[in-house]
Every structure is written in structure tokens, then in C-alpha cells.
């Protein structure tokens, strides 16, 4: 039986354009059956659903004792800084014996930030320059935008929370294109990332062609707005569980949007005691949320199936008065194993890992098939570092979260032997949206503890 709809049907305005969500009218026969398996090689789930990939990035390692879980396998119990995942303990696989090799100085002396944040996708060493001539290599999420970037609106979206700079010297004669971009498009073109939520929400929809369009309909007006006619024509053919689900996604844009303009009248109005560019919100974890939120859109609509989003730059010495650390993260992160600092960092680490817990959170809720959202993505949350006292390279922390499909077995926790290239799991993670390729940096083969 054919679909009433294709996959990818928009609804369109006189000025924007918006996505929709998988519904029932879109599968043939109605068959929502969450199988197994990854279609070999074509990026979707046995049923036919597409797979999304996502890597959080947060800076500055972490006191790991307090980051490892006790136990392994399905056994497991979640560590201090990892319990806000107990409620999607089932859906998550976390990973240590993980190492990054070239991010280490290999004669370049210091500089263990920039290099930790240039080789965390790529597993390639950065080139040492403060100018122009920055050469690292292609980011994992950008060499699956490659190969299946023309199945969405979007090849990828980038996302971060601090803004960047790609001229200058952020670490010890390094670029600051290596400590503020984790996404390379090529060896020597960073991705920049989309800090404002309204412009990242923008080019989810597509933004209108003029300066007064865009002011009009998408600040006055709600996308919603725009496309209405279009959607009372859609509903019309549309069956009763159908409708239901398209209501509730109204809902979840109307409230995003209602949230960015808050958030827009707050940061014209607030002075935080943090720096917050202009044009963002002056709450963290709002902004962290509200960007977390807009994933969800992106991969919901599937306008796109690969993101990055990185919670601070690299060597990041922002303060979290909200949680009580008025000093500076890379500050901190030099503890000298000093108890009443290693405590500080501990609060951070809490905090970023309750920020990913929510995006997972509403991978989870959001449902897809007869599954979520969540069982056909995989995301991965972790740094560069594991230690950033001793900048450690080796046994970083990482936590990979959904399903990717059914071919990825969660509930557990994996120990690795030394020294397992990370870019071994970024092989495993291409293969399953469907961009599969024979080496990326420094891999050596798939990791096949992912399947359990």
C-alpha cells in the first residue's frame, strides 16, 4: 500500500516553509513495527524510519572518579555526576577506554585545549598556527552531512551556547578555530556554530526573503500563522491519530517560539553576571534547553539528521553563579587535586550532564513509530578530556544515548581496553545513518561492543 503522503512533505506559507512530523499517513500501511536492526547501509531503521546522529560537547574533562559508573555491563550503577540519566538509564550506553591520540602534543608543547576540542570529531592532529593556515581534518558529523546531507532540508546544524572566534591565539599558539568549533567541514574549514536561538530557528523553517518579511511574520507573527491555510487543507485529509499528533506539534513550535521571544525581551533587558552575547537568553540553562529543544525539532521534522552542539568553548572560563561556582571553569579545571576545587567541578559536571538529560528526556518523549524518537538516535555526550588537571587524551568520558534503530545495545556499561581510537566509534555511528566509509583520523576499526 502507498503512503497518502510523502516523507518529506512540507506545509508552506507565503514566506516560510515548515516540516512536519512522521505520521501514520506517511508509512506504507500504516506499519510502525520498531524492528531490530539498521537497514544495511541506507541510514533507517528496519522499518523504514531514519536514524539521527547528534554529539553533545562539553570542555574541560571532568573529575572522573565521581563521572565512571560502578560496575559494567548490564549491572551498572550510574555514577555521581551521571545521575540525572536515571531516568533514561535503559537508553543509554556508557563507554570509557575511549582515547583521542592525536590530541596530545606530539611535540607541539602546550596547548591540550585546542587540541582536545580540533581532534574530538576528527581524531586528526591540529596544525599549530594563530593565523590563517588552520589544518586539523573532516569531522565525523560532517562526513556523514556529505553522504547523506541531500535526504533533509539541512545537511547538519551547529549548535553551541558561547560564541567563537576563528582568527587569533585562544591557546598556547593555536588557532581559537580549535578551541571554539568542534565541526570541520573540511581540514581547514570550521563549521561556525548558531548560538541564537532565533536564528537557529530560522534556518530550521527558512527564513523569509526581506528583512521586513522576516520582521513581520516571524517575529509578529508565529510560523504557525504563516502556514495555516496550508495546514487546514492537510488536516482535512489527514485521519484522527493523525490529527491528534499534528496538533501536539503546533503545540511544541508554539511554545518554542513563545520561549525565544521571552527569552529575546529578557536579554535586551537583564545585565547577568556571566557573559551572554546579545541576542540570547540570560539564563544558561534556558539556553542550553531552548537549543536542546530546537534538536529535537530538527530531527522530528527530519529537516535535518546530523547536529553538534557544543554546551561551552574549550578552556571555557565562564562562572555558574546559579549553582553556587563563582570561579571560572579552566580555572577550576587546574585543581592540583585541591578537594574544595575538585567539588566545584563537580557542580559543573552535574549541571551540563543534567542539560543533556534533558535533550534525551525529550528524545524520549517524543514519539516516533511505535517507539520514540529517541530509539531511532544516537547521541553522544562527552569532552575531549577526560582529566583536566593532567589534560588526559586516554579513557575520555562518553555516553552514547538511543537506540540508533534497535542496533545498539543500551542498559549498559562498556569497559574498552587502552588506547581504543574514539574515531572506531564514529565508524560505527557513520555506519548506521547510512554514510558509511572505510577510515576516519586515526580509527582502526568498527566497535563492535555497541551491538552488545
Same mark, same amino acid.
Given at each position: 500500500?502507498?503512503?497518502?503522503?510523502?516523507?518529506?512533505?512540507?506545509?508552506?506559507?507565503?514566506?516560510?516553509?515548515?516540516?512536519?512530523?512522521?505520521?501514520?499517513?506517511?508509512?506504507?500501511?500504516?506499519?510502525?513495527?520498531?524492528?531490530?536492526?539498521?537497514?544495511?547501509?541506507?541510514?533507517?531503521?528496519?522499518?523504514?524510519?531514519?536514524?539521527?546522529?547528534?554529539?553533545?560537547?562539553?570542555?574541560?574533562?571532568?573529575?572522573?572518579?565521581?563521572?565512571?559508573?560502578?560496575?559494567?555491563?548490564?549491572?551498572?550503577?550510574?555514577?555521581?555526576?551521571?545521575?540525572?540519566?536515571?531516568?533514561?538509564?535503559?537508553?543509554?550506553?556508557?563507554?570509557?577506554?575511549?582515547?583521542?591520540?592525536?590530541?596530545?602534543?606530539?611535540?607541539?608543547?602546550?596547548?591540550?585545549?585546542?587540541?582536545?576540542?580540533?581532534?574530538?570529531?576528527?581524531?586528526?592532529?591540529?596544525?599549530?598556527?594563530?593565523?590563517?593556515?588552520?589544518?586539523?581534518?573532516?569531522?565525523?558529523?560532517?562526513?556523514?552531512?556529505?553522504?547523506?546531507?541531500?535526504?533533509?532540508?539541512?545537511?547538519?546544524?551547529?549548535?553551541?551556547?558561547?560564541?567563537?572566534?576563528?582568527?587569533?591565539?585562544?591557546?598556547?599558539?593555536?588557532?581559537?578555530?580549535?578551541?571554539?568549533?568542534?565541526?570541520?567541514?573540511? /581540514?581547514? *574549514? $570550521?563549521?561556525?556554530?548558531?548560538?541564537?536561538? &532565533?536564528?537557529?530557528? %530560522?534556518?530550521?523553517?527558512? =527564513?523569509? !526573503? @526581506?528583512?521586513?518579511?522576516?520582521?513581520?511574520?516571524?517575529?509578529?507573527?508565529?510560523?504557525?500563522?504563516?502556514?495555516?491555510?496550508?495546514?487546514?487543507?492537510?488536516?482535512?485529509?489527514?485521519?484522527?491519530?493523525?490529527?491528534?499528533?499534528?496538533?501536539?506539534?503546533?503545540?511544541?513550535?508554539?511554545?518554542?517560539?513563545?520561549?525565544?521571544?521571552?527569552?529575546?525581551?529578557?536579554?535586551?533587558?537583564?545585565?547577568?553576571?556571566?557573559?551572554?552575547? /546579545?541576542? *540570547? $537568553?540570560?539564563?544558561?540553562?534556558?539556553?542550553? &534547553?531552548?537549543?536542546? %529543544?530546537?534538536?529535537?525539532? =530538527?530531527? !522530528? @521534522?527530519?529537516?535535518?539528521?546530523?547536529?553538534?552542539?557544543?554546551?561551552?568553548?574549550?578552556?571555557?572560563?565562564?562562572?555558574?553563579?546559579?549553582?553556587?561556582?563563582?570561579?571560572?571553569?579552566?580555572?577550576?579545571?587546574?585543581?592540583?587535586?585541591?578537594?574544595?576545587?575538585?567539588?566545584?567541578?563537580?557542580?559543573?559536571?552535574?549541571?551540563?550532564?543534567?542539560?543533556?538529560?534533558?535533550?534525551?528526556?525529550?528524545?524520549?518523549?517524543?514519539?516516533?513509530?511505535?517507539?520514540?524518537?529517541?530509539?531511532?538516535?544516537?547521541?553522544?555526550?562527552?569532552?575531549?578530556?577526560?582529566?583536566?588537571?593532567?589534560?588526559?587524551?586516554?579513557?575520555?568520558?562518553?555516553?552514547?544515548?538511543?537506540?540508533?534503530?534497535?542496533?545498539?545495545?543500551?542498559?549498559?556499561?562498556?569497559?574498552?581496553?587502552?588506547?581504543?581510537?574514539?574515531?572506531?566509534?564514529?565508524?560505527?555511528?557513520?555506519?548506521?545513518?547510512?554514510?558509511?566509509?572505510?577510515?576516519?583520523?586515526?580509527?582502526?576499526?568498527?566497535?563492535?561492543?555497541?551491538?552488545?
Amino acid at each position: 500500500m502507498m503512503p497518502i503522503l510523502p516523507r518529506r512533505t512540507f506545509l508552506k506559507g507565503v514566506s516560510a516553509t515548515m516540516a512536519l512530523p512522521l505520521l501514520e499517513a506517511m508509512i506504507p500501511g500504516g506499519d510502525f513495527s520498531l524492528r531490530t536492526a539498521v537497514a544495511a547501509g541506507t541510514g533507517t531503521s528496519a522499518n523504514g524510519l531514519p536514524v539521527r546522529m547528534a554529539f553533545v560537547f562539553f570542555p574541560n574533562g571532568a573529575i572522573m572518579p565521581s563521572w565512571k559508573p560502578k560496575g559494567e555491563g548490564r549491572g551498572f550503577e550510574l555514577s555521581e555526576t551521571l545521575a540525572p540519566l536515571k531516568n533514561v538509564k535503559d537508553d543509554i550506553l556508557v563507554i570509557t577506554g575511549l582515547a583521542q591520540d592525536n590530541g596530545r602534543a606530539k611535540g607541539d608543547g602546550p596547548g591540550d585545549h585546542a587540541r582536545s576540542a580540533a581532534s574530538f570529531l576528527t581524531g586528526a592532529h591540529p596544525f599549530k598556527t594563530s593565523g590563517a593556515n588552520i589544518n586539523v581534518g573532516v569531522s565525523v558529523d560532517q562526513a556523514a552531512a556529505e553522504r547523506i546531507g541531500d535526504r533533509t532540508k539541512l545537511p547538519s546544524i551547529e549548535l553551541g551556547i558561547e560564541r567563537g572566534r576563528n582568527a587569533g591565539n585562544c591557546d598556547s599558539g593555536y588557532s581559537c578555530a580549535y578551541s571554539n568549533n568542534i565541526s570541520w567541514k573540511s /581540514a581547514t *574549514t $570550521p563549521m561556525a556554530k548558531e548560538i541564537n536561538p &532565533r536564528h537557529a530557528f %530560522d534556518r530550521l523553517f527558512g =527564513a523569509p !526573503r @526581506t528583512p521586513e518579511q522576516a520582521k513581520r511574520d516571524l517575529y509578529r507573527k508565529s510560523i504557525l500563522d504563516v502556514v495555516q491555510d496550508d495546514a487546514k487543507q492537510l488536516q482535512s485529509k489527514l485521519g484522527k491519530t493523525d490529527r491528534r499528533k499534528l496538533d501536539e506539534y503546533f503545540t511544541s513550535v508554539r511554545e518554542i517560539e513563545e520561549r525565544i521571544v521571552r527569552a529575546e525581551k529578557q536579554a535586551e533587558q537583564a545585565k547577568p553576571d556571566f557573559g551572554v552575547p /546579545a541576542g *540570547t $537568553p540570560s539564563d544558561l540553562q534556558e539556553h542550553c &534547553r531552548l537549543m536542546a %529543544d530546537l534538536m529535537v525539532l =530538527a530531527f !522530528r @521534522t527530519d529537516t535535518t539528521r546530523v547536529a553538534t552542539f557544543m554546551l561551552a568553548n574549550e578552556g571555557s572560563n565562564r562562572s555558574y553563579p546559579m549553582i553556587g561556582v563563582s570561579e571560572g571553569h579552566h580555572s577550576l579545571s587546574h585543581h592540583q587535586n585541591k578537594e574544595e576545587k575538585m567539588a566545584e567541578i563537580r557542580k559543573i559536571d552535574l549541571f551540563l550532564a543534567r542539560q543533556f538529560a534533558y535533550f534525551v528526556e525529550k528524545l524520549k518523549a517524543t514519539p516516533e513509530g511505535s517507539g520514540s524518537l529517541l530509539d531511532n538516535a544516537m547521541v553522544m555526550y562527552g569532552s575531549g578530556l577526560s582529566d583536566g588537571n593532567r589534560h588526559n587524551h586516554d579513557d575520555l568520558p562518553v555516553v552514547i544515548a538511543g537506540k540508533a534503530g534497535g542496533s545498539i545495545a543500551t542498559g549498559r556499561h562498556v569497559k574498552l581496553g587502552k588506547e581504543v581510537p574514539m574515531n572506531n566509534l564514529f565508524l560505527s555511528m557513520l555506519d548506521r545513518v547510512g554514510a558509511r566509509i572505510d577510515s576516519i583520523g586515526d580509527s582502526t576499526g568498527r566497535l563492535k561492543e555497541l551491538e552488545g
